[in-house]
């Protein structure tokens, strides 16, 4: 799953953070899907990050990926 994450993140989430100035980096997947991720750049000290996270990140992973459970910055 670490794989097809990666994959969403470069492919479909920093391109579209990187029209902000910002990028998200994966951290890791635990053993309940929650996937870990930083965010960086201009996202990383924005006060939507939350939004963000939750509104952009996992709904696009969620939407590649449906087993992911969650996000969460790290």
């Given amino acids: 799953m670490k794989e097809k994450v990666e994959k969403v993140i470069k492919e479909k989430i920093n391109p579209m953070l990187g029209t902000h100035g910002g990028s998200c980096e994966l951290?890791?997947?635990?053993?309940?899907?929650?996937?870990?991720?930083?965010?960086?750049?201009?996202?990383?000290?924005c006060p939507s990050a939350m939004i963000t996270l939750k509104g952009f990140v996992l709904e696009v992973l969620r939407e590649a990926i449906p087993e992911v459970a969650d996000v969460e910055a790290v």
């Fill in 27 to 45: 951290v890791g997947v635990r053993a309940d899907n929650v996937v870990q991720v930083r965010l960086q750049g201009a996202c990383g000290g």
